[in-house]
Structure formats: structure tokens, C-alpha cells
């Protein structure tokens, strides 16, 4: 497959289903945190007293969710088509390990690494993806990152990976974007062969 070592993945609404509506915009607005900044630095602004327990109510937040979520079509099977190829997955979320772990132990997926937000400072950062490429000892441009938000655009670019998009109701601007897992794995085999 080319120089294609690996492929990276977000959780949120790329390995998992996307829902109806946007649940971190709801957590936001009941809490009153700032629209456009990531939750983590909308609690870091509030006052000392209230930033330990915004940070357990997100806590219990991401777990419910992960407790609810569902797998997005298709992944199980893109998962074990990619590792028969021979590339290593990782999944890279800014969610909490206990939520991630949650989720992942639902819906019965595996990938070689996972890092969480305890791990890295969170997307947009390139951090998370700058320690999976470390981890495996590759460059850039031997692996793909795969999203669904300008959040996981900007961190790709900034380390350097190429990056494409599963679709959700919200990315539509995003390219290259992918309806289906499916779709997605047929381009990565054209791409890499």
C-alpha cells in the first residue's frame, strides 16, 4: 500500500454515529460556556470554585454519551480491512480515557494505541497526532488521519498528515468527504496501491 503505514481516527461523530443534534454545543449553552471555544477552555476561564465541578459534570456528561452511543455503520468492518491490509489503527479523541474506554468496550473495537485528552493537549492541537506518529516511529505523510471537524483539520495539518472526513449533518465544506466507511476504504486502496 504505498507508504501508508497507519490510520488514525477521531472518536466523535467519525467512529461513532453522529447524532441528531450537536451535544457539546447543548453542553455549552446549559452551562454557559463561550460557543466558540473548546469546552475544556471555556471551564479553564471560569473562577477556581467552579472549574472542578464543571470538569465532573463533563466527566459524567462523556460517560452518559459514550453509554448511548452508537457505533457508525461499517466501522467494524473498515477496522479489521485495514489492519488485514497491514496498517495500524489508533484513535485519537479529546474525550475523557474512562468515557473513550467506555465506548470502545460497548461496541467491542480495538486500535493498536488510543490516546485521549489525559495523554496530549486536545485537538486543534497537532499534539495527539504528533505522539500516535512518535508511538509508531512514522512521518506524516505514512499515515492518514481520518475526522470529521475543522478542529481535526487544523490539528492534521499542523503535524503534517494528510486528512480526509466521514460526513456528518455538520461538515459539509470539509474535503475529501466520505459518505460511507465503505467509500472511505475503497480511496484509501486506490490511493495507496
Known sequence: MGSLQAVFFDLDDTVLKPRDSNPWAEFKQKHGLEPNLLILDGIAQRPPEERDILHQRLLQYEQALSASSEVRDGIADLLSELVALGLV?????????????????????????????????????????????????????????????????????????????????????????????????????????
Open 89 to 193: 489503527t489508533a484513535l485519537l479523541t479529546n474525550n475523557h480515557r474512562a468515557a473513550t474506554e467506555l465506548a470502545l468496550q460497548k461496541h467491542g473495537l480495538h486500535f493498536a494505541l488510543t490516546l485521549t485528552r489525559e495523554d496530549a493537549p486536545p485537538k486543534p492541537s497537532p499534539a495527539l497526532l504528533q505522539q500516535a506518529l512518535e508511538h509508531f516511529e512514522l512521518q506524516p505523510h505514512q499515515a492518514l488521519y481520518i475526522g470529521d471537524s475543522e478542529g481535526d483539520l487544523q490539528a492534521a495539518e499542523a503535524a503534517g498528515l494528510p486528512v480526509w472526513f466521514l460526513a456528518t449533518p455538520y461538515n459539509r465544506a470539509l474535503q475529501p468527504r466520505f459518505e460511507y466507511p465503505e467509500e472511505l476504504l475503497r480511496a484509501i486502496v486506490k490511493s495507496w496501491r
